[in-house]
């Protein structure tokens, strides 16, 4: 871990994951002002004090002072601990929330994480569990971060409001991360995906599944896209379905897109065969983007390129997201790593959209809470 460094003061209730889990990973304190000061309820939200917790729960020593109004936070963070542990999300925001600062902080703990998240699987914001198994899990292993103990697995699903979705995530742990070359995407070889149905009859997935297929099937014939119809306790509270599609390329690369239905009592009733034809077109715009990490999973790859050997790592993203973007902001400030970024205009060769190479030299970090066996 970092020495204990002089802390970093922020402003605002935006990036909070980033910072948080940045302080956690460089063990530097970071302070942060203005918690939507101005707002009529101001303060952290519910799902913010939620994630906190879980911080909290997967580190120890970590110290977090919060002042009445919940404006000003100011975390110290401790070693990252690991182990078993449970937690339940708030519903306002999805398993994804807290799933993907987790991805993130899970190579580098004492103890190999084995975690019991309950709530919200999938909503409209959050990246779902499913395109975080089919997405980010491949993208770890690429690091080196793989082994039996490796598994994310929906056991119940929950839909926004009412929640009641169970998610189990295991990671082993790693002393150093491999430095990664992913320069050629390579071109699609087939098409993955899940139609979910819960509290509405079955029928609603294969609906989403045949209009998805009218569209995709002009591009590709290898595709598959399972049902799963969950009953009972494990359909959690609310009814509701979506889609997850999946691109894989002929290099390993994985492009994702997803979309649910509005969460019932909010919004109109969505058609299942329009859920289906635009999410179609969500992954035939992420297979436009390109590039060798999908957008949801930009800033993950990013850090863990910082995190990696002191030896040169590159990787071809699509369009950098606004996101990404301020995460490269706070990798300055937090590790002192600055990427060398050039611009690939799309050629004859690249069809889609304009690509950027990524390039940076890792900060050599390694996993000194690691346990030696």
């Known amino acids: 871990m970092a020495t204990q460094a002089h802390s970093l003061s922020y402003a605002g209730c935006n990036f909070l994951r980033q910072r948080l889990v940045l302080s956690t990973l460089s063990g530097r304190p970071v302070k942060i002002r203005r918690i939507r000061a101005r707002d009529d309820n101001p303060g952290l939200r519910d799902f913010e004090a939620s994630f ?48 993907e600062s987790l991805l993130c902080l899970a190579p580098f703990m004492k103890h190999p994480l084995r975690i019991v998240l309950r709530g919200v699987t999938n909503d409209q914001v959050d990246p779902s569990v499913d395109v975080l198994k089919a997405t980010a899990l491949p993208l770890l292993k690429q690091f080196g971060i793989d082994g039996e103990s490796f598994e994310l697995k929906v056991v119940r699903r929950g839909m926004h409001p009412g929640g009641g979705g169970e998610v189990f995530f295991s990671c082993p742990v790693r002393k150093v991360l491999k430095p990664i070359q992913l320069t050629d995407p390579g071109k699609i070889k087939r098409i993955r995906g899940t139609a979910y149905s819960v509290r509405v009859s079955p029928q609603m997935a294969n609906r ?3 209009s998805a297929r009218s569209i995709l099937n002009k591009f590709i014939p290898d595709i598959y896209i399972y049902t799963d119809h969950m009953k009972g306790i494990n359909s959690g509270k609310s009814p509701g379905f979506g889609l997850s599609l999946v691109a894989e390329t002929t290099n390993g690369t994985f492009l994702s897109a997803e979309l649910a239905s509005n969460p019932q009592g909010q919004g109109a009733a969505v058609l299942p065969e329009d859920l289906g034809r635009n999410c179609a077109k969500l992954l035939l715009e992420e297979i436009y983007r390109g590039g060798c990490v999908d ?19 590159k990787v071809l993203l699509g369009p950098l997201s606004p996101y990404t973007i301020e995460f490269l902001r706070h990798l300055k400030s937090f590790f002192q790593i600055m990427f060398k970024i050039e611009t690939k205009p799309c050629g004859e060769e690249l069809k889609g959209g304009d690509k950027v190479l990524m390039t940076c030299v890792g900060v050599g970090f390694s996993n000194l809470s690691k346990t030696l066996k």
């Open 208 to 210: 989403i599944v045949d």
């Open 295 to 313: 957008s949801t999973n930009q800033s993950l790859a990013l850090l863990l390129m910082t995190l990696g050997q002191q030896d040169v790592s």
């Open 52 to 99: 906190i917790r879980l911080l909290d729960k997967v580190t120890n020593g970590s110290r977090i002072e919060i002042n009445q109004t919940g404006t000003t936070l100011y975390y110290q963070p401790g070693l990252l601990y690991g182990g078993s542990v449970e937690h339940d999300c708030n519903v306002l925001r999805s398993i994804g929330y807290y799933l």
